[in-house]
Nanobody
Framework: QVQLVESGGGLVQPGGSLRLSCTAS????????IAWFRQAPGKKREGVAC????????DYVDSVKGRFTISSGDVENTIYLLMNNLKPEDPATYYC??????????????????WGQGTQVTVSQ
């Protein structure tokens, strides 16, 4: 069972930046995807960014394109979400998720089998 642990959430002013981290216990597949989702109170969970391994293809929801970047890091089994120019509509609990992908990463919840517990992002003056 893959276990995911998110970190890096916190309080930031509008226009500020945060970097979220997601560390996995292991990745057991040759082809997999890892993604960040978010859920604000009273709203549905939405896919924010995804990364396909091993080809490195990424995708983003339109509302974060140009502001957020998903990447693998120099720490083994760790994925990052760099969030720049945070806006009042970005606060939410952010979750990372992973699953076997057959080479395609998506922003659809049903494509991910393993989820972290989430980290809270707050944007306020």
């Amino acid at each position: 069972q893959v276990q995911l642990v998110e970190s890096g959430g916190g309080l930031v002013q509008p226009g500020g930046s945060l970097r979220l981290s997601c560390t996995a216990s292991e990745f057991t597949w040759d082809f997999y995807a890892i993604a960040w989702f978010r859920q604000a109170p009273g709203k549905k969970r939405e896919g924010v960014a995804c990364l396909s391994y091993p080809d490195g293809t990424t995708d983003y929801v339109d509302s974060v394109k140009g502001r957020f970047t998903i990447s693998s890091g120099d720490v083994e089994n760790t994925i990052y979400l760099l969030m720049n120019n945070l806006k009042p509509e970005d606060p939410a609990t952010y979750y990372c998720a992973t699953g076997e992908s057959y080479g395609i990463a998506t922003l659809a919840e049903q494509d991910y089998d393993h989820w972290g517990q989430g980290t809270q992002v707050t944007v306020s003056q």
